[in-house]
T-cell receptor, first 112, second 107 residues
Framework: NAGVTQTPKFQVLKTGQSMTLQCAQD?????MYWYRQDPGMGLRLIYY???????DKGEVPNGYNVSRLNKREFSLRLESAAPSQTSVYFC???????????FGQGTRLTVV | RKEVEQDPGPFNVPEGATVAFNCTYS??????FFWYRQDCRKEPKLLMS???SGNEDGRFTAQLNRASQYISLLIRDSKLSDSATYLC????????FGQGTELSVKP
């Protein structure tokens, strides 16, 4: 039972490079989320998708784009990476309001 | 100002102590509330949901005060294994996390 699968687990980028973080869930959840976590900051919402075909900005969307490819997959793209985007990124999914959210194992991204 | 705010940490307590975490949320449209636990920057995992009537799970008790927009978590008889970061969450359709409170339980 995979739950939420995130790839890659680790990545080092040079400033200005682009990359896409992939996330897939097999629990038939409608909502999916991307968070970043920095020391002392908790999880800050970057983008979320309440259902297939919809996406909305969260607390810190600048420098990121997302695609809800289908109900299972929600990707996060960094078009031109900056050192300020060095962080741990988590993908999550849930059914809104009432149920437990499940998280991927995280992507540790370093931008040099 | 963050939409969900928690007590600053870290909390350092001896085994057997009772410790309380507090959290406030600013979005009055929030409908669901949770406490998550996170170990060593691993993925967060649900500790318990929080209901208006209050709820208890073993040594853990969670309370919600909608009028004051306040959530709490009480841990009784702390164990070494309770050492972790505790994250408060409010949801009005999207999950918003507080910054987390680190708990360290010492022998």
């Amino acid at each position: 039972n995979a739950g939420v699968t995130q790839t890659p687990k680790f990545q080092v980028l040079k400033t200005g490079q682009s990359m896409t973080l992939q996330c897939a869930q097999d629990m038939n959840h409608n909502s999916m989320y991307w968070y970043r976590q920095d020391p002392g900051m908790g999880l800050r919402l970057i983008y979320y998708s309440a259902s297939e075909g919809t996406t909305d900005k969260g607390e810190v969307p600048n420098g990121y784009n997302v695609s809800r490819l289908n109900k299972r997959e929600f990707s996060l793209r960094l078009e031109s990476a900056a050192p300020s985007q060095t962080s741990v990124y988590f993908c999550a999914s849930d059914e809104p309001l009432n149920t437990e959210a499940f998280f991927g194992q995280g992507t540790r991204l370093t931008v040099v | 100002r963050k939409e969900v705010e928690q007590d600053p940490g870290p909390f350092n307590v001896p085994e057997g102590a009772t410790v309380a975490f507090n959290c406030t949320y600013s979005n009055s449209a929030s409908q669901s509330f949770f406490w998550y636990r996170q170990d060593c920057r691993k993925e967060p995992k649900l500790l318990m949901s929080v209901y208006s009537s209050g709820n208890e799970d073993g040594r853990f008790t969670a309370q919600l005060n909608r009028a004051s927009q306040y959530i709490s978590l009480l841990i009784r008889d702390s164990k070494l294994s309770d050492s972790a970061t505790y994250l408060c969450v409010a949801s009005g359709g999207k999950l918003i996390f507080g910054q987390g409170t680190e708990l360290s339980v010492k022998p």
